[in-house]
T-cell receptor
Framework: KNEVEQSPQNLTAQEGEFITINCSYSVGISALHWLQQHPGGGIVSLFMLSSGKKKHGRLIATINIQEKHSSLHITASHPRDSAVYICAVSGYSGGGADGLTFGKGTHLIIQP | NAGVTQNPKFQVLKTGQSMTLQCAQDMNHNSMYWYRQDPGMGLRLIYYSASEGTTDKGEVPNGYNVSRLNKREFSLRLESAAPSQTSVYFC????????????????FGEGSRLTVL
C-alpha cells in the first residue's frame, strides 16, 4: 500500500506570498493528483500529472518520479486560496479508484 | 450542468436504521467511487465500480453495500447504521487514460454529511 505524506499539515501566510505544499509517496505510481477542498465544501481536482510540470493560472504542480515527490505552488496567494489541498496517487492498476491513495491534506490560510 | 450529484446532503439516523446514499454522474465516466472523510484520517475508499455491472471493495467496506444500477448511478447503502459510520461521504467519478501522456478527469460530488446517533 502506498504511503502518501504531505507537508506542512498547516500553513498560514500573508496575501501575496509564494506558497509551496509538498507531497511524497512510497511506491511507484502511474499518476498524481492535487485536489482542493474549501471549508464545508466539495472537492475539486486541480491537476493530474505523471511527469514534469503543469500550470493553471497561479497554480503550478511539479512531480519528480525518481524522487517520488511532488510540489504544488501558488504564486501571488490570495485569501480565496484558503482551503485544504490534498495529494492523491494512482497505482498501476488502471489509475482508477483501486489505485487512489490520499494524503491527509494541507490546511492553508491566506491572511489579507 | 456536468458533474456528480449526491443525495441527500444531510441525514441523521438512529443506530440500526438503514439508508441509501444516491449518486449520479452525467459525464459518461466508467469508474465511480464512494469515499468517507473523517477528521485526521483523510479520504478513504469504501467501494468502487470500475465499470457498469462491477463493484469491488475498497479500504473500509464493512457495514456498507453498493449497487451500480447503470453507468450513471452508483448507490451506497447502510443496512444497519452504527455511530462509527458518522462521517462525510463523497461520491466521485473518473476517466483515466494512462497510455502515453496520462490524462484524465476526476470529479467529486458535494458530499453527504451523515450523523448516526
Amino acid at each position: 500500500k502506498n504511503e502518501v505524506e504531505q507537508s506542512p499539515q498547516n500553513l498560514t501566510a500573508q496575501e501575496g506570498e509564494f506558497i509551496t505544499i509538498n507531497c511524497s509517496y512510497s511506491v511507484g505510481i502511474s499518476a498524481l493528483h492535487w485536489l482542493q477542498q474549501h471549508p464545508g465544501g466539495g472537492i475539486v481536482s486541480l491537476f493530474m500529472l505523471s511527469s514534469g510540470k503543469k500550470k493553471h493560472g497561479r497554480l503550478i504542480a511539479t512531480i519528480n518520479i525518481q524522487e517520488k515527490h511532488s510540489s504544488l505552488h501558488i504564486t501571488a496567494s490570495h485569501p480565496r486560496d484558503s482551503a485544504v489541498y490534498i495529494c492523491a496517487v494512482s497505482g498501476y492498476s488502471g489509475g482508477g479508484a483501486d489505485g487512489l491513495t490520499f494524503g491527509k491534506g494541507t490546511h492553508l490560510i491566506i491572511q489579507p | 450542468n456536468a458533474g456528480v450529484t449526491q443525495n441527500p446532503k444531510f441525514q441523521v439516523l438512529k443506530t440500526g436504521q438503514s439508508m441509501t446514499l444516491q449518486c449520479a454522474q452525467d459525464m459518461n465516466h466508467n469508474s465511480m467511487y464512494w469515499y468517507r472523510q473523517d477528521p485526521g484520517m483523510g479520504l478513504r475508499l469504501i467501494y468502487y465500480s470500475a465499470s457498469e455491472g462491477t463493484t469491488d471493495k475498497g479500504e473500509v467496506p464493512n457495514g456498507y453495500n453498493v449497487s451500480r444500477l447503470n453507468k450513471r448511478e452508483f448507490s451506497l447503502r447502510l443496512e444497519s447504521a452504527a455511530p462509527s459510520q458518522t462521517s462525510v461521504y463523497f461520491c466521485a467519478s473518473s476517466f483515466f487514460r494512462l497510455a502515453g501522456a496520462n490524462t484524465g478527469e476526476l470529479f467529486f460530488g458535494e458530499g453527504s454529511r451523515l450523523t448516526v446517533l
